[in-house]
Nanobody, 114 residues
Framework: QVQLVESGGGLVQAGGSLRLSCVASGDVSDILVMGWYRQAPGKEREMIATITLYDIVDYGKGMKGRFRITRENAKNTVYLQMNSLKPEDTAVYYC????????WGPGTQVTVSS
């Protein structure tokens, strides 16, 4: 059993930046992969990026460049740095811990104004 809590979401103007954090607690052993996903209203959830315990990174389509995922294993924390934000980036952003099954955080709202 693992629990995830995201933070750092909020309202930002177009062109601005945000840094999201996700802290894992509980049974954090053997979490080999963590990731960030997002879901906008009326759209499917999409992968932003995943990162392994040993810093192998995979970015979703069109995500590499403006988004950067990092991980601090000692703190059981994963980050998402978001730059040059656009109104279409408005979505609920979710953290995930991936093993044989996926555990999701409750999500944090990111709203980008034009």
């Amino acid at each position: 059993q693992v629990q995830l809590v995201e933070s750092g979401g909020g309202l930002v103007q177009a062109g601005g930046s945000l840094r999201l954090s996700c802290v894992a607690s509980g049974d954090v052993s053997d979490i080999l992969v963590m990731g960030w996903y997002r879901q906008a209203p009326g759209k499917e959830r999409e992968m932003i990026a995943t990162i392994t315990l040993y810093d192998i990174v995979d970015y979703g389509k069109g995500m590499k460049g403006r988004f950067r995922i990092t991980r601090e294993n000692a703190k059981n924390t994963v980050y998402l740095q978001m730059n040059s934000l656009k109104p279409e980036d408005t979505a609920v952003y979710y953290c995930a811990a991936i093993r044989t099954t996926t555990t999701w955080g409750p999500g944090t709202q990111v709203t980008v104004s034009s």
